[in-house]
Nanobody
């Protein structure tokens, strides 16, 4: 059974940091590229960051470049999103996604709230 479980969300003050984790099971994690998306009420889900299957290539949304870092540990079946210098506009539900060719899987999301 395929599972992606996000964790690490919570409430943080502006300027603070959080590290999100997404742990996978039920598929060959090392063969999949991984992404983090986020969504706020009434808006479409948007890509935040992505990393290739072996972790060699990454890309980021312009709004998070220089603040967020995506990384992948194939030995632990986990992808991370380190989020620094958080802003209120980063408040959203964050989802991880696994993709390989026509296959894709989503996690259920973790809430991140940036507020003083």
């Amino acid at each position: 059974q395929v599972q992606l479980v996000e964790s690490g969300g919570g409430l943080v003050q502006p300027g603070g940091s959080l590290r999100l984790s997404c742990t996978a099971s039920g598929f060959t994690f090392s063969s999949y590229s991984m992404s983090w998306y986020r969504q706020t009420p009434g808006k479409e889900r948007e890509l935040v960051a992505a990393i290739s299957s072996v972790g060699a290539g990454t890309n980021y949304a312009e709004s998070v470049k220089g603040r967020f870092t995506i990384s992948k540990d194939n030995g632990k079946n986990t992808v991370y999103l380190q989020m620094n210098s958080l802003k209120p506009e980063d408040t959203a539900v964050y989802f991880c996604k696994a993709v390989r060719r026509s296959l894709h899987y989503w996690g259920r999301g973790t809430q991140v709230t940036v507020s003083s």
